[in-house]
């Protein structure tokens, strides 16, 4: 049953039948076209990640207004470095999300990996790599033991993820106030394992990414493109692809060479008075597009071609769409349904090693608090449906930079005691909208029958 | 024309509950054969039963003259069997093409053979003389009920399939979008399918098919040709299991018309 065989190939003239009579033979449709069938999508409740970008340029639009030195060099590195854990979670939890399941233990299943990471590393004084495959490996057991709970015991993935969100914390507790080496808060010594969030790359090589990132973007549009046109389907217009990989190309360069400006407080050098002497102490250097970009990238990468190109994503998407429809089709939905929390936490295990880079070790609360709901809300902001069957890596990775640029941006703008607290009320507050985003565009493209 | 798929005596029960009795039941290649009944006359379960979600207790079960077993839905799909839900079984975040190669996408290497799908689904759509989709890319969620119903069908052909078992297609629909629905379940048959049609509505009913099996009470009231009745006939045998000289009669039970 691999090649449908169909009936009468003999009646196949030209798709133009199948399009109605105004239509001719295979093209790549106009510009305009592409335009207006994209406002239709807009208006039918469909709008992608348009409001999530669209916000992320107001938001950064207005902190730079008020507050200058937000878009100074160094705060722009600070955002995408600060953005990465949220991002690594919220994509993973996308393919949770597809599915209209929740995960609630993503951020604390993150703490224990970063624990295990870091007991490993301090504790067991393991090389690096084998300290990341631990926490690795954790995070894929810990998705496999959800997975089954929910698709297998059948318990609501809320209450599931509600009940080890809160055993986790106990775990992470157990490991830092226990074994070899330093308890309570443990400090990572390992110099690779910290410069993983902390670390930047030279600045040839965030040139080499970032023409890499292009040219793979491009090759894919474009063989495509060719692919569609050689068997007469209709492709977007040539002019659609030019401007996408040419913004895709301008936006990187410009990223890396403000990445690559040296970014250091103190980069002229100054002259200091040392016991009467004048000394000059010279300027610092501190520039390069951070490794956690390239990290996000290639996961970012990796998770979208595993969504959009292979069987595996189709069925996840069915699967969230129509669970009854996927389990006739023959769709095992079981092992997807295991499969997608086992993302999530590897996932969450990423995160997890990035938060106790970041901090150069772990306490009892890596990964506790609120790391969870602003992934979550990461997503949701970014496009991801909450309801089910809607969502791509990309939303996490838009979402996580709005929610980045939110906390950054407060945390200047307000100072002193009501600091996070103002914080956490907006942070909340676009949640909410958000939310209410998704679930109004859900009853709209109810209403107009396209979504 | 040789039956493609035919039951011989056939049983069903669910503990005490005779539900199928001796029903003897074909579908023939190129015709539209309709099964007709009241509620709990046992359409279902025969439908059930002959796509392999449940078994039949006792009797033959042939398909193209040799006797087989079908035990689930996949040895039913197997065999050349594709039946079309009531509810559909479409995912409405997907388009139409993922929707008709769901479950049994080409590959090309480990990726999704997206050019090929779609020029098979367009070649199955032309083959159908479906001209009310606009792009074979559109979300289902974007259809009407009558293009639904016609994806839903277009699925079913796509895969080489000898028997297409329709269960209610007009049910949710409106006039247009019915008369639409019951053309192209012409035209199934037409190619050459065997068109097996389960519907409460006389008037579909009568307008499409060849044959109409008439199910009452678990037995087989009649197997009659769509010229040979009226409709004021048919709502008596779905009703009383007989009318005139055909259909149960009372002394013979078990008997077919």
Redesign the interface.
Known sequence: ?????????E???A?A????AEDPAPRSGSVGEHINSYFTRVR?GDMGSLPAFGGLVVLVAFFWAVHPSFGSLGNLSDLIKQSSPTICLAMGLVFVLLLGEIDLAAGTAAGVCACVMTRLSVGYEVHWSVAILGALGCGIVIGVLTGILCAKVRIPSFVVTLALFLAFQGVSLMIVNNGPGQTGNVSLADSFLGSIYNGQMDAWAGWVVAAVVVLVYAAVKVSTFV??QR????TDPAAVLLVKVGSLAVASAVVVYLLNQNRALNKAGSIANVNGHLVKVPGQKLLGVPWVVLLIVLLFGGLTFLLT???YG??V??T???T???R????PVDRIRISVFVISSFMASIAGILLASNLRGVDANTGGGNTLLLAVGAAVIGGTSLFG??GRPLDAVIGGLVIAVIANGMSDLVKGANSSAVQFIVTGAVLLLAAAVDALSRRR?GAT??? | MEPVLELRGVNKSFGAVDVLHDVDFSVTPGEVTALVGDNGAGKSTLVKCIGGTYTFDSGEYLFEGQPVTVHTPRDSAALGIEIVYQDLALCDNLDIVQNMFLGRETLSGITLDEVSMEQAARRTLTSLSVRTVKSVRQRVSSLSGGQRQTVAIAKAVLWNSKVVMLDEPTAALGVAQTAQVLDLVRRLADQGLGVLLISHNMNDVLQVADRIGVLYLGRMAAMVKRSDVTQTQLVELITTGRVGGIGLQPATTGANG
């Not at chain 1, 039948?17 to 109605?20: F, I, N, Q, R, S």
């Not at chain 1, 068997?231 to 209709?234: E, H, K, N, T």
């Open positions: 049953m691999s090649r449908p065989v169909l009936h009468k190939p009646q196949v003239t798709p039948e199948l399009a109605g039918a692919r569609r068997a007469g389907l209709i190109r292979t069987r189709r069925h998407y069915a969230g769409g129509n009854e429809a996927a006739r089709a023959g769709i069957g809607k493209a029958g396209a979504g």
